[in-house]
Structures are given as structure tokens and as C-alpha cells.
């Protein structure tokens, strides 16, 4: 049974930074890509960013591009995510998002494993 658990989040002032953590496990190989959407009440779904653990090619949505990095670590099947220079329209709950698939398939959301979610609040 896959399970992904992730950790991190909280509330920061605009301009700081948060990393979220994403700890994936029941895979049977590194043959899939994991990483963030994130939701605010309201509005659909959208995909942050998200690495290949096999090949670690990584996407970015251009709303984070240069302020987000997506890292891997193989060995301990962990992602993590570090937010930099963070904005009020940063604020959602982060959905740590995996499934056997490619980056354009993880775009289109063909996804069937999901974290618990986590709440990242930027204040102005």
C-alpha cells in the first residue's frame, strides 16, 4: 500500500521562507514522480512542482519558478520542497501527490496516491 506522509508548513511573513517534506512509501521501484498541488477554498486544484524519482527531471508551474526548489532523497524516498521568497497568494494547503506516471501525466493530475495536506500561510 503506498502512503505518502508529509511534514513542514506554517504560517510566514512575506519574503521568508518554509520546506515541506514529503516521505513516500510501497512503491516497489523509483519508477515514479511525486510533488505538490495546492488548493485554496474556492479555486481548482493546481500542480506546483514535481520530480521524477527515477531520472530527477523536474517541473515547475512558472508562478514558483525561481523561488521553489523540489529535491530528492532516493535513499530515504523523501522529497522536499523549499519555498523561498514566499507571497500571500502562496497560501493553500499543499498536497504532496505521487503516482507510476510521467511529469505530463502528474500534470494532468492522473494521480492516485495523496498526502494528508498541509497548510502554508503567507501573511503580508
Known amino acids: 500500500e503506498v502512503q505518502l506522509v508529509q511534514s513542514g508548513g506554517g504560517l510566514v511573513q512575506a519574503g521568508g521562507s518554509l520546506r515541506l517534506s514529503c516521505a513516500a512509501s510501497?512503491?516497489?521501484?523509483?519508477?515514479?514522480?511525486i510533488g505538490w498541488f495546492r488548493q485554496i477554498p474556492g479555486k481548482e486544484r493546481e500542480g506546483v512542482s514535481c520530480?521524477?524519482?527515477?531520472?530527477?527531471?523536474?517541473y515547475y508551474d512558472d508562478s514558483v519558478k525561481g523561488r521553489f526548489t523540489i529535491s530528492r532523497d532516493n535513499a530515504k524516498n523523501t522529497i522536499y520542497l523549499l519555498m523561498n521568497n514566499l507571497r500571500p497568494e502562496d497560501t493553500a494547503v499543499y498536497y504532496c501527490?505521487?503516482?507510476?506516471?510521467?511529469?505530463?501525466?502528474?500534470?494532468?493530475?492522473?494521480?492516485?496516491?495523496w498526502g494528508q495536506g498541509t497548510e502554508v500561510t503567507v501573511s503580508s
Open positions: 501527490a505521487a503516482d507510476v506516471t510521467t511529469i505530463t501525466g502528474w500534470i494532468n493530475q492522473f494521480i492516485g496516491y
Open positions: 520530480i521524477s524519482m527515477s531520472d530527477g527531471v523536474k
Open positions: 510501497g512503491f516497489n521501484h523509483d519508477d515514479y514522480t
